[in-house]
């Protein structure tokens, strides 16, 4: 990676790909000549998310015809256990009068669709219980298929300044909300659903040198016109200094303010209102260094190339978003989605699905979709779950002085054996 020369010498930006595909990469040439190279997170952040040419805004191809696939897309039974897991951490936090599911980052809808399903199902066990839908989704495109999915299309624009600016309700009768930022959703009682959004948010990228940390940056690259390439900041930046540990032992490092932000938001909102967060990502424990890629038509693709039309994503650092919760709530994994969905109950989920399908179609599909999220060379194995949960969750308040009121508390699903009393 070179060095950025101190000025960049201005040249026209034109772009493959058709006019609006263009757009997104003259921008950000213009920013580039205007105020030199930019971090890779700003590049990460625009080529996602700009209102108008971001990848999500304008694309967000999740599912067989689009650029990446997920585990709720895969098979029903992923979000029907999850929506299992929050059944159970309800019953196992005494059954609270109301709670709202938040999901973030929903995509297309179907894991909260199957998880309602689930609340729909059981809806004597939560009969008394007052639910209502959280979503929060930066993508105008995907909050309308979102809406499609979840309400059948029945929902209500707001005006653009108000923090909800969609309502709705979804088929089962549940109340649905729409935001754009999680500081918008009202404070209460939460479960919060966040599978596949972390590592859609932006990274810097950082890089040991002999002469010190240097953070990686986007730049125009002189030698071939409309092109960018990575560059390595001359000196060290704000990033720099704030990012990196004086104990890292890695020679690259990549770090998600934003979702360290997120996190401690979730931190904050547990602790004080109570509920529990699960967290579903590919990722490491603070251990990998460079996995910042890109996806189009489910094939990798260059991430400095075409910003905007492939997604882009890094793999989640677990380790940093503990730390972040500054033990304002105990966290529990990572562990593997193979290990947790057993633990949930998979097995049994797939041999009822299995004895009640008539046609081989149907039990292929199910045997395919199954080892898909659980053998370990697929989804099995490179896909985690973390949760916060409130600290009083696993540890016993003390009841020295009143021994007959102490019996032990359940096990959390998922990251033990399932045991729904
Ligand atoms: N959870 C879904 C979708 C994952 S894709 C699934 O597993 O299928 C990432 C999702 O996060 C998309 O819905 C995208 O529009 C949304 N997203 C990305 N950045 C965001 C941000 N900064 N704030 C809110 N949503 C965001």
Not at 163 to 189: A, E, H, L
Not at 264 to 270: D, E, S
Not at 334 to 348: T, Y
Request: aromatic content about 8%; overall charge neutral.
């Amino acid at each position: 990676v070179p060095t950025a020369p101190a000025a960049v010498a201005a040249r026209p930006c034109a772009g493959p790909g058709g006019a609006a595909e263009a757009a997104l990469l003259r921008h950000l040439c213009r920013k580039v000549r205007a105020s030199g190279p930019v971090t890779v997170a700003e590049y990460m952040r625009e080529a996602l998310t700009n209102p108008a040419q971001g990848y999500y805004t304008r694309r967000g191809g999740i599912g067989d015809s689009g650029d990446f696939i997920t585990s709720p897309e895969i098979s029903q039974v992923f979000g029907e256990l999850i929506g299992i897991w929050y059944i159970s951490e309800w019953m196992a936090m005494g059954k609270p009068n109301a709670f709202q599911l938040v999901e973030l980052g929903p995509g297309r809808g179907t894991l909260t669709e199957d998880v309602l399903r689930v609340f729909n199902q059981l809806a004597s066990v939560l009969s008394k219980c007052d639910v209502s839908v959280h979503l929060v989704e930066v993508s105008p495109k995907l909050s309308e298929i979102q809406a499609r999915m979840l309400t059948g299309g029945k929902v209500q624009p707001n005006p653009e300044d108000e923090p909800v600016y969609m309502k709705g309700i979804s088929k089962t009768g549940i109340p649905i909300f729409w935001y754009r930022d999680i500081q918008d959703v009202p404070p209460g009682y939460s479960f919060y659903l966040a599978h596949e959004f972390f590592d859609a948010l932006p990274i810097h990228k950082f890089q040991r040198t002999k002469k010190g940390w240097r953070e990686v940056l986007v730049d125009i690259d002189p030698e071939v016109p409309d092109q960018l390439r990575f560059v390595l900041s001359p000196s060290s930046t704000p990033a720099t200094e704030n990012f990196i540990q004086p104990e890292e032992t890695r020679d690259h490092v990549e770090v998600c303010p934003e979702a360290g932000v997120i996190v401690q938001r979730l931190a904050c909102r547990i602790e004080k209102d109570g509920g529990a967060a699960l967290v579903a990502d590919y990722g490491h424990d603070g251990t990998k260094t460079d996995t910042f890629r890109g996806f189009r038509n489910h094939k990798p693709h260059d991430v400095l190339s075409a910003p905007g039309t492939a997604d882009l994503t890094a793999d989640v650092d677990f380790s940093y978003l503990r730390k972040m919760t500054q033990e304002r709530t105990t966290t529990l994994g990572p562990i593997k989605q193979r290990e947790f969905l057993k633990n949930m109950g998979i097995d049994l989920r797939l041999q009822v699905l299995l004895q009640n399908s008539r046609d081989t179609a149907t039990r292929e599909q199910l045997l395919h979709s199954y080892d898909m999220l659980m053998n370990p060379k697929k989804m099995g194995d490179c896909f985690n779950f973390f949760a916060l949960l409130p600290h009083h969750r696993l540890v016993q308040a003390d009841k020295k002085d009143k021994p007959e009121l102490k019996s032990p508390l359940p096990p959390v699903a998922g990251f033990n054996e399932l045991l729904l009393k």
